[in-house]
Every structure is written in structure tokens, then in C-alpha cells.
């Protein structure tokens, strides 16, 4: 086939192009539709296409690209920061022109060819292909129909939404406004808050910066609309994982319904603004199939894939990377069971070896700032409430029916000797036990137990002191704290992944025992016999065309069913306490960023959130990250800096919060003390209220619509202290950007959803 061949598949790309050319003229919007793609597939495909894997079904490798490609970005960033390189306008619109022509000429190349396809059977007729061999058709439309389904559902589920739910949406605004604004990682949050070194995972960030400036996207709409795009996203690449594992279309389709619209994770993400740990979740499939094929076919490109992946995983989330190294264990001790030898170590060593060289200079970053202090204080030990068990999340929305579910699957998988059953429910187990370390003490006495019978009955004296040993590890003698870095939460909020995979691959099991075997009444197998049937197979052997055709338009039919059931009800999924900001703060934080100097300093309420930080609880938490203006309360990095930075800020919010009806003198102090200037109070009510301050000499309203009212601070200014930074150590942004364009692009109204910061059933 030659390179001006032009194929069915050829003028497809050709009508891609084109849209996409229209896509480019049509504002911020389009062009975010045309380079999300580009940067979520593009690298990943350049690299994957020169591996081995190339021979893979298309969505294993659409999750390995993207796998690849949410590794690639921060890596990237990495080494630039590390070398002190900034990625300026020109370099990256460089970058995405090179690499938006190296994908088409990729893709031209590799669609030049026809698709294999299997010989025709005599009258037309093809014979089944085997498992995992294509997707027909029908099997894609529906894909195609339940992947929309779900995307319509995450945007209906965001459409009323001002500003992102909660709390971690807030710093990873301000961690995108710093990524974009330097071009680089967010090693450093200056100007906005004097936190240096800092040891939070960031490859989201750099990723959704990267997207902001090329398409000139809002930050508002950035972090609301791409996050629904990559959780919708979710359901394709366990899709694809379900696949590899499986080797079955059938697999894949269970997975994307139950990811996309029948359980309630990832859905639920939104509501917590867990944009990270979603990147990171997105990036595990793409990386437990590269392992898998590394250890099955050992090329070198396949270890290649591993590396960096591992790497990129490390920069996105830290914990998901601990899931995934929890996975890729199970996997590498089957294929060690089935070998009856330690195959691979040198490579599996060698990738392992490649991924910390990748992220030497963020590794050593954590040694020193997270990891050392909390061996000196004995920090990694956690418990308490911060790790309690929540039966409340695990069997919320339609958790109960699913894992019930994923275990008939499990059975039915384990039943046939299926090994994707069994590395699901391996995973889980280490999950649970990663989660609650304590089960060791009572899982090892047991094993310990029949390790010591078959020891005694084989005479074999060294596993007989290896069964005493792990009868020692018994919780009488030995207890284990749990871990700070793994709570019940993010294990929970996590497991829909070995779920949708293990109903996934039950449906695929059910469909190829009861399709074949289905019986059709006799008067319609009578009427199908007057038929014409191909000469080349006896009668008996090849059914009347159209009984596969009803039954994959009925099982077609049902899942549609299930899928338009479960998104109806996933609507609502919002957690009305988690919703801080309304439109009536949009339109106050639009005003502040045009008619407030830049180093304005805000006065707001805010409420307690984990130990030692606090959160605001109206839209005037989201003045640093959207208008650079400082207040009282910081998004809750701020935690990072200084020592006494962060306790000049505690003492303050401590104060604030202390303030009883009398005491308003003590409070008009401390205002003045700490020089604040304006005081922001949105509908959401707080500790502090306008009463207070209107109508007392020194406080003006300078802003007043829809319950959200702007005081200004005219009481006179104290004597002037030694220059010093705001709030003993910070600054006020110079020559940054203010950005008043990263409000919401339009005042939206709040949606009502359950209740709780934690999510519940009902």
C-alpha cells in the first residue's frame, strides 16, 4: 500500500483533520476540544506505535497511550525545572505543532493499511473469531453509545455548578495558575504563598497548564470541564484493561457501564474535586498491561513502557502509584507460580532501576521534605478517625448489587481457571491489607498454621521454622499501626476498578456459555430451516443468521437500559455540603479582580477540615487562586511553608474564630494589627457576619448583591513595621498576572445533592 494510497480509513483522518481545523476558529472551547486529544494521545501513540505492542487490539493500546501520555507531560517538566528551562509560549506552541504533525504522519502511515479481517465463510457467512480477536461493529456503536452516555451525564452533573465543589479544587487552581504563569513544575508557590520544595504531586497540574494555554481556557471551566472529560475517560481505560485481561469485547463493555455509569466512583469524584488521584487511576490500566506484556514477551520496548509509566505515576499520585506497585506484585508472582521460576528479575529490576533515575531530583525532593521528617517523628503511623472504616461510602449508591456482582464473577471466573479472577481479588485482598495493616497478625498465624502441618507431614525442617515464625506474627504479640500514606477511604473510593473488571469479565464468561447454548422455540427454528443456508456446512452447524443478531440486539438492549437507569440517577451525584461557592461569589470575585488593588488583603470565614488546617466556606476561599488577593485563610498548602508562617496563620484563624458578640473592639484590633483591608462574607453563612462591621466608623460596603457583601477597611493604619513580607513571610504578587478572566465564563446556580462531607448512602 503506498503513501498516496488513499483508503476508507485514510479519508476518515482526512474528515478528522478537517473538524479539527473548524474546532481551531471556534474560540477557547474548541480549541480545548482539539488539543485535549492532542495531549492525552499523541505522545503516548508516537511511543507505543515503535513497541511491541503495537500488535495489540486498539483499546489496550488507547489506554496505553494515554497512559503513556499523562506520564510523558510531567516528566517532561520534571527536567526542565530540574535544569532550570522554563516551557515559554514559543517552545510549547513549537512542541504541539511537531507534535500534531508527527501524529498525523504516524497515523497516515498506519492507517494506509486494511484491517485484518477473516476469510469470508461460504454464503457469506464468517466463522466466530476467537476471543479478544476484533470488535465487530455492533460491539463499537455500543461502546461508542455508552461512552456518550456517560460524558452527557458528567457534564449535566457540573452544569449548575459556579465554581469546583470543596476542597482540594481550591490549590489545584492555585497549583495550575502557578504551572502556567512559570512554565514550569510547581516546585514553588511565590508569588502567592511562601511555600518552596513543595511535596505534593503535581503531574495534573502541569498537564492541565498546559491545556490552559493553548487553548486560552478559563480557569474555572479548566478545572470543571477537562476533569469531567478525563472521568468519563476513566470508564475506557479499565474498558481497556477488562479487555487485555480478558481477552473479550464482551469484558470491556460490562467495564465502561459499570465504571461510567453504574457505580457511584468515579462519578463522586466532583464532589471532592479528586482530580489527581483520578489522573492517577487513569494512568494504572495502561501500566498493568505494559507489565503484563513485559513479563510475557520480555522486549525490551515493553520494559521501556513500564519505566516510564512507573515514573509518570510517581509524579501524578503517590498512593495510586503504591496501588499500582501492589498490582504489578500480584501479577509478577502468578507469572513466577505458572514459570515455577524467578523469570525476568534482571529486567524487572532494570525498569524498576530506569524509573528512579527518571524522577531522581522529585524523589529526593520527598526523601527531604516528607519522608525523613515523618521517620523523625515517627510520622508514617496513622489511625484514629483519619483511617476509620466508612460502611457509609463502601455501600453507597449501587455498591451493594456490584460487589455482590464482582464476587458471583469472581466465582465464575475461578470456577474456569480464569487468571484475571484471580489477580482482581489478589489486588483487592493487598489493597485491604495495605489499608489495615492488622490483618497480617491474623492472616500469617493461619497460613503459618497449614505451612507447619505440611512441613511436619513432609519432614521438610526449614518451612516448619518459617510456619513457626508466622505463628509468632499473631495480634497477642505483635501489633501494626496503620499506615498514614493508605486510609479506608482512598482504598474504597478506589475499588471500582477490580470491580468493573471482574463484571466485566463475568458477563464475558455468561455471554460465551449461554449464547451458543440459547434455544429458540421450535416453530421459530422451523420457519428459520425454509431459510437458505450456505452449502459448505451441514444445516445442524451454523444457526439462522438472525438468532445472533436478536440476541445481541436484546443484550444490547439491556445494557443500554442499565446504562440510561444508572446515569439518570447518577445526575445528582453532587454533594450539596461540599458546594462552597455560588454565582452570586462568581460575580463578587469577578468585581474584586477589577476594582481591588493587587495586594488587597480579605478577611473570610472559614471552619474546620482535617487537624491543623482549615478551609474557607464560601467563594472568598477562592480569592487567591482566581484573583491573587491574600486571605486570612490560605488554600491549605500553605501548610508547606515556613514554620512560622504557618503558625502566624493558625494563631490568626484561631483568633478569628474566637470572636464572641461584645468583643468587637479586640476584633477591630486584630484587623488592623494584621492590616487587613477588606472583609469578604459570602451567602454561606460563617462565624463572622457584615452586622458586625456595617455601620461602625473605619468599615465602608463597597460591594453588596445577592448575599454577598465587601467590606473595606478605612480604620487607620498603625505605625509602619520593618518591611516584611504578607503575613510574616509573604509578599504580594508582583508582576503576575491577575487574570480576572479565570472566573466562570457564566453565573450558574447551585445543584441540590446529598449530605455530608463524607459521602453517604441515600
Known amino acids: 500500500m503506498t503513501a498516496t494510497t488513499l483508503t476508507a480509513r485514510r479519508r476518515a483522518l482526512l474528515a478528522v483533520l478537517l473538524c479539527a481545523g473548524v474546532l481551531g476558529l471556534m474560540g477557547p472551547l474548541g480549541r480545548m476540544v482539539l488539543m485535549f486529544p492532542l495531549l492525552l ?14 500488535d495489540l487490539p486498539l483499546l489496550p493500546r488507547l489506554t496505553l497511550w494515554i497512559g503513556l501520555s499523562l506520564s510523558l507531560w510531567p516528566l517532561l517538566y520534571l527536567w526542565l525545572t530540574t535544569f532550570g528551562l522554563r516551557l515559554n509560549d514559543p517552545l510549547l506552541w513549537l512542541l504541539a505543532i511537531l507534535l500534531a504533525l508527527g501524529s498525523m504522519a504516524a497515523a497516515w502511515h498506519d492507517l494506509g493499511s486494511p484491517p485484518p479481517n477473516l476469510p469470508p465463510l461460504g454464503g457469506g457467512i464468517r466463522l466466530p473469531p476467537p476471543a479478544g480477536a476484533g470488535w465487530g461493529g455492533g460491539n463499537i456503536v455500543l461502546a461508542l453509545a455508552l461512552l456518550l452516555l456517560t460524558l452527557w451525564v458528567r457534564l449535566e452533573q457540573i452544569k449548575d455548578l459556579a465554581l469546583p465543589a470543596w476542597v482540594d479544587s481550591v490549590h489545584h487552581a492555585l497549583m495550575i495558575r502557578v504551572a502556567a504563569e512559570q512554565g514550569a513544575a510547581p516546585f514553588s508557590l511565590r508569588p502567592y504563598l511562601p511555600v518552596d520544595d ?61 465504571v461510567g455509569l453504574l457505580a457511584i466512583m468515579p462519578a463522586y469524584y466532583v464532589s471532592w474535586g479528586r482530580y489527581t488521584q483520578l489522573s492517577g487511576l487513569l494512568l494504572l490500566p495502561g501500566l498493568a498491561i505494559a507489565w503484563a506484556e513485559a513479563l510475557r514477551g520480555g522486549q525490551r520496548s515493553h520494559w521501556a513502557l513500564v519505566s516510564l509509566q512507573l515514573a509518570g505515576l510517581s509524579l501524578v499520585h503517590f498512593r495510586v502509584l503504591i496501588f499500582a506497585l501492589a498490582l504489578l506484585a500480584v501479577q509478577a508472582s502468578l507469572f513466577f507460580w505458572q514459570r515455577g521460576r524467578l523469570a525476568r528479575v534482571g529486567m524487572m529490576l532494570l525498569s524498576s532501576l530506569t524509573a528512579l533515575l527518571l524522577t531522581t531530583p522529585w524523589l529526593w525532593l520527598l526523601a527531604r521534605r516528607t519522608l525523613m521528617p515523618a521517620l523523625a517523628s515517627n510520622g508514617l503511623a496513622g489511625g484514629g478517625s483519619y483511617n476509620d472504616f466508612s ?18 464473577a469472581a466465582l465464575i471466573g475461578l470456577g474456569q481457571r480464569q487468571q484475571p479472577a484471580l489477580i482482581m481479588l489478589l489486588w483487592a485482598g493487598v489493597l485491604l491489607i495495605l489499608s489495615n495493616p492488622w490483618l497480617l497478625t491474623y492472616l500469617a498465624p493461619a497460613a503459618g498454621l497449614v505451612l507447619l502441618l505440611w512441613a511436619i507431614r513432609g519432614r521438610n525442617w526449614p518451612a516448619g521454622i518459617i510456619a513457626l515464625g508466622l505463628l509468632l506474627l499473631n495480634p497477642w504479640l505483635v501489633a501494626l499501626p496503620y499506615l498514614w500514606l493508605i486510609t479506608n477511604d482512598v482504598v474504597i473510593i478506589s475499588l471500582f476498578v477490580p470491580l468493573a473488571v471482574l463484571i466485566g469479565g463475568g458477563a464475558a464468561l455468561c455471554w460465551d456459555e449461554i449464547a451458543p447454548r440459547l434455544r429458540w422455540p421450535r416453530i421459530l427454528r422451523l420457519s428459520a430451516s425454509a431459510l437458505p443456508q450456505p452449502q459448505s456446512l451441514p444445516l445442524r452447524s451454523v444457526r439462522p443468521l438472525w438468532q445472533p443478531r436478536i440476541l445481541r440486539l436484546s443484550a444490547s438492549a439491556l445494557l443500554l437500559g442499565l446504562g440510561l437507569w444508572g446515569g439518570l440517577a447518577q445526575r445528582s451525584v453532587i454533594n450539596q455540603v461540599t458546594i462552597l461557592a455560588t454565582p452570586a461569589d462568581y460575580a463578587a470575585l469577578t468585581w474584586v479582580a477589577s476594582h481591588t488593588p493587587s495586594d488587597a488583603f480579605f478577611l473570610i470565614n472559614h471552619s474546620g477540615w482535617l487537624p491543623g488546617s482549615q478551609r474557607g466556606v ?24 515556613d514554620p512560622a508562617y504557618v503558625a502566624r496563620v493558625q494563631a490568626l484563624e484561631q483568633q478569628l474564630a474566637s470572636y464572641t458578640p461584645g468583643n468587637e473592639q479586640a476584633l477591630f484590633d486584630l484587623i488592623v494589627r494584621e492590616k487587613i483591608t477588606y472583609l469578604y ?82
Not at 41 to 54: F, N
Not at 621 to 640: A, F, H, K, S
Not at 713 to 723: E, F, S
Open 41 to 54: 494521545l499523541a505522545p503516548g501513540y508516537l511511543i507505543e506505535r515503535r513497541s511491541a505492542s503495537r
Open 198 to 258: 513543595l511535596p505534593y504531586h503535581w503531574g495534573y497540574h502541569v498537564l492541565m497548564a498546559t491545556l490552559m494555554r493553548l487553548s486560552g481556557l478559563d480557569l474555572v471551566t479548566l478545572l470543571l470541564l477537562p476533569g469531567q472529560i478525563l472521568n468519563t475517560l476513566a470508564g475506557v481505560v479499565v474498558a481497556g484493561l477488562a479487555h487485555y485481561l480478558w481477552r473479550r469485547p464482551v469484558a470491556a463493555l460490562g467495564a465502561l457501564l459499570v
Open 391 to 408: 460502611s457509609g461510602l463502601l455501600w453507597s449508591g449501587q455498591n451493594e448489587w456490584l460487589v455482590g456482582m464482582a464476587l458471583l
Open 618 to 641: 464560601d467563594g472568598g476561599w477562592w480569592l487567591l487562586p482566581l484573583t491573587g488577593r491574600q486571605t486570612t485563610t490560605p488554600p491549605v498548602l500553605y501548610i508547606y511553608g
Open 681 to 762: 462574607f459570602g451567602p454561606n453563612a460563617g462565624t463572622l457576619k457584615p452586622e458586625i462591621f456595617v455601620g461602625h466608623p473605619g468599615f465602608e460596603v463597597v460591594y453588596q448583591v445577592d448575599g454577598v457583601t465587601i467590606i473595606a477597611v478605612t480604620l487607620p493604619a498603625p505605625a509602619p513595621d520593618p518591611p516584611t513580607d504578607r503575613q510574616g513571610a509573604l509578599a504580594p504578587p508582583r508582576g503576575a498576572a491577575d487574570w480576572p478572566g479565570w472566573c466562570c465564563a457564566a453565573p450558574q446556580s447551585k445543584r441540590d445533592a446529598r449530605s455530608g462531607s463524607r459521602l453517604h448512602p441515600g
